[in-house]
């Protein structure tokens, strides 16, 4: 068993985002491992997309580059991919926890017999000793997620098939360039070799892309309300706080389920994991299903009627008070001092 593989999302030439934090992380578990990085990159018009690769510690890049695998379809994708696999024989292969890695790696897993762990938080390395055969093994993927609705964060392996599989959620690791960029050397893959006419019988005939109106991911500074926000009308203070300090604003599942915000802002387990530079959480209660996705921000500041409150335990500094008051001082403070 050898390398560690990525599977890369690329729409238009455009890597996505999830596939860049998982080289990120990707090299850091070779490195580890004293394996190499490779990277799996499937689409039309690819030339030159090693370059990028490279810059996020990629050492290898197999480009299936032909019409037919553009845009993304289950069974050609899905058929390159296992064929890649028996070929090269990765120890770990890594899919973003997307629409398409979501589709995509439940099917190689179920080809291969190999298993796979969805919707991973994190990724480490370790050992394992069976407490029933006493066999010990070394150099294990950790696949680590929250579990039962996110009351317990579950560790689970894959000791004794190949690849260990896994989907990761976008944003939960962090996506920068390699000190030491890798090689970057193109393996040129010849898709026929792995499909059928049988893998096309789905044709795309039209495709309708909407840009996402609500983008969170990516914001420096977000404010986030929760149910303690009281209502739909008291929520519209967060908006002028966002409009203030340039920020974007999120909510937690249960303002989302009582009609607060849309599910576009959800902040959590079941919504958007973001890392910005200052969050501010606003009668958020922060049970571990929303602090999953917002604990790795640089700042965190809650505001809570509740001394006592979880996310204080998380927070960098905690405002005891009602959101309804402290709220439009800090409206009030922002707009004095910016003038």
Not at 80 to 89: M, R
Not at 192 to 211: G, L, P, S, T
Request: charged share 25%; hydrophobic share 40%.
């Amino acid at each position: 068993m050898n390398n560690i593989f990525v599977y890369c999302e690329i729409e238009d030439g455009k890597v996505a985002d999830v596939s860049l934090e998982l080289l990120t992380k990707g090299r850091v578990l070779a490195d580890t491992l004293g394996c190499e990085l490779e990277a799996l990159a499937l689409g039309h018009n690819l030339a030159g997309i090693e370059k990028e690769l490279a810059e996020y510690g990629a050492d290898r890049v197999h480009v299936a580059d032909c019409e037919c695998l553009a845009p993304y379809r289950t069974l050609p994708h899905a058929a390159v991919v296992c064929g890649i696999f028996k070929e090269e024989q990765p120890q770990i292969a890594l899919f973003g926890a997307t629409p398409v890695g979501r589709d995509l790696g439940p099917r190689v897993s179920s080809t291969l017999h190999s298993g796979l762990t969805a919707d991973c938080t994190s990724l480490e390395i370790g050992s394992h000793t069976d407490v029933k055969s006493g066999k010990e093994y070394k150099d294990l993927l950790y696949q680590i997620r929250p579990a039962f609705g996110g009351n317990i964060i579950a560790t689970i392996i894959n000791p004794d098939h190949r690849p260990q599989m896994a989907t990761v959620r976008e944003g939960v690791m962090k996506k920068e360039k390699a000190k030491t960029p890798g090689k970057g050397i193109v393996k040129k893959v010849d898709p026929k070799k792995y499909v059928n006419d049988a893998d096309f019988v789905v044709r795309i005939i039209d495709r309708q892309i909407e840009e996402r109106k609500i983008n969170i991911k990516g914001a420096p500074v977000i404010v986030a309300g929760g149910y303690g926000m009281g209502s739909k009308e008291n929520f519209d203070l967060l908006f002028e706080l966002a409009d203030v300090l340039g920020a974007e604003v999120g909510a937690s599942r249960a303002a989302v389920d009582a009609g607060m915000a849309e599910h576009g802002r959800q902040v959590g387990q079941t919504g958007v994991t973001v890392r910005p530079k200052l969050y501010i959480a606003c009668g958020i209660s922060g049970q571990i299903q929303h602090t999953a996705g917002m604990d790795q921000s640089s700042m965190i500041i809650s505001i809570n009627t509740d001394p006592d409150a979880p996310i204080n335990k998380i927070a960098d500094y905690a405002i005891t008070g009602d959101v309804t008051e402290v709220i439009p001082k800090m409206i009030k403070y922002y707009k004095q001092n910016s003038k």
